[in-house]
Nanobody, 118 residues
């Protein structure tokens, strides 16, 4: 499974951005996808996850402002981020959990930078 994230960039406080993640390879093995982020000098942290069936889990920092959704094609997900704040500045990473030969495997995409600044 390979993951390609896109959509980062610069936003003003209160603005919006959308991140896309597209998986390729053995996408049928994917049991769930998620976004993590890592701010400068901080550890990587969980943001939000979604299952192929659409069940979602949000970190407290994302609840009410971010919306994750599945695309029409399995292995595609989108993250709509509204009311962005400077503390949302981070590199955002796409993550997938897959079942490969009855073993859980994790995959990470290259990060995409999100900067919130006036």
């Amino acid at each position: 499974v390979q993951l390609q994230a896109s959509g980062g960039g610069l936003a003003q406080p209160g603005g919006s951005l959308r991140l896309d993640c597209i998986a390729s390879g053995n996408v049928d093995s994917i049991n769930g996808m998620a976004w993590y982020r890592q701010a400068p000098g901080k550890e990587r942290e969980f943001v939000v996850s979604i299952t192929p069936g659409g069940a979602t889990t949000y970190a407290a920092s994302a609840k009410g402002r971010f919306t994750i959704s599945n695309g029409a094609v399995k292995g595609t997900m989108y993250l709509r981020m509204d009311r962005l704040q400077p503390e949302d500045t981070a590199v955002y990473f796409c993550f997938a959990l897959a079942n490969i030969l009855d073993k859980p495997e994790t995959y990470w995409g290259l990060g995409t930078q999100v900067t919130v600044s006036s």
